[in-house]
């Protein structure tokens, strides 16, 4: 497995990490716990060492699954989790409240380090910005968590780039995560490039789509209860349909690469800068092996600019988000 480094950071992780939410929440029903435990166990098998979680997937459930995962190779990986939400509903589609004040921060903090089962968390994300509470406060209350050595580095999830500017200016930020794709290209506008500028990682969440880019999903497929994809307007069944041009272009490319549609979009997401490790999620073994084998698969310039130019000629339909989920984005 490569190694990549999170902007300007010591934080060494693998080129590709796990994202661990859909394992509990935000997908449909929690999967069998002991078959989770054992993908995970996989993945650190095959050289990834970049996992990523939060206390309100479940809530807290994710966190306990993923404590109970590392444990035994603890010292070989490193951890992601946020902070800022008070958990107010087990069900993935509505909205629980941010909560950011500094006391609050300390007090969460202790239970996150117990469902982990560790010491020190490695990487510690504000999960989405409050606009109660200075973000100098919320960067101070990290500050001090790392002096005492219970989180290592602070990043930041959704985030503008102003915010992220002020908060670097208290603790660095270590990495930024926000959503990035071919289907979601808005961080190349000012994200980016302020993340290069200031030397932060950036850890693109739904690489492929929240599925939709890997070729699997139509217009056809039903969601379960509970699947986050059922209130969002790009995943109505029109707009499905009308997005396949999309996944018909990464089809056509994997076809000449002799690869998969998810392994061309993740190719492409690596290719992009140095310093961005994306964090696709699944809780499939076969999945899992496929994701993996993006990081051995090199796009050409020549290929790379094929892509963005017949990318750029394919309108996507529908917004990422509701209105109500998109306005706690990008404060």
């Not at 479940?58 to 989790?81: C, F, H, K, M, S």
Request: proline share 6%; aromatic share 6%.
């Amino acid at each position: 497995m490569k190694k990549r480094n999170l902007g300007n950071s010591r934080l060494e992780v693998s080129a590709l990490g796990l994202g661990c939410m859909g394992m509990s929440f935000g997908f449909g029903p929690a999967k069998d716990k002991q078959e989770m435990i054992a993908l995970i166990r996989a993945a650190v098998d095959r050289g990834v060492t970049f996992f990523d979680t939060a206390e309100l997937y479940g809530p807290y459930v994710n966190e306990e699954l993923v404590g109970e995962a590392l444990a035994p190779v603890r010292d070989q990986v490193v951890i992601a989790t946020k902070f800022g939400f008070a958990p107010g509903s087990d069900d993935p589609t509505r909205l629980s409240v941010t909560s950011s004040r500094p006391e609050h921060i300390k007090r969460v903090v202790e239970g996150s380090l117990k469902r982990l089962r560790i010491d020190t968390i490695d990487l510690y994300y504000q999960h989405r910005v409050d606009p109660a509470v200075p973000i100098e406060d919320v960067a101070g209350a990290v500050k001090d968590l790392i002096q005492q050595g219970k989180v290592k580095c602070f990043g930041l999830s959704e985030a503008a780039v102003r915010t992220i500017r002020r908060a670097h200016a208290v603790q660095p930020v270590t990495a930024v995560q926000s959503e990035y794709s071919l289907w979601w290209r808005r961080p190349e506008e000012e994200l980016l490039p302020a993340l290069e500028e200031l030397g932060i990682g950036f850890v693109p969440f739904s690489p492929l789509g929240k599925g939709f880019l890997t070729g699997k999903i139509d217009e056809t497929t039903q969601f379960a209860k509970g699947d986050i994809r059922t209130i969002v307007p790009r995943f109505t069944a029109e707009n499905r349909k009308a997005n396949q041009t999309l996944v018909e272009l990464l089809g056509k490319v994997a076809a000449e690469k002799q690869a998969t549609p998810a392994q061309i979009a993740l190719a492409w997401l690596l290719a992009q800068k140095p310093w961005i490790v994306p964090i696709p999620g699944t809780t499939k073994q076969a999945r899992l092996e496929e994701n993996l084998g993006s990081v051995q698969l090199d796009l050409s310039a020549e290929e790379l600019r094929a892509i963005d130019a017949a990318a750029s000629r394919i309108p996507v339909q529908g917004d990422r988000y509701t209105p109500e989920l998109e306005k706690r984005t990008n404060i």
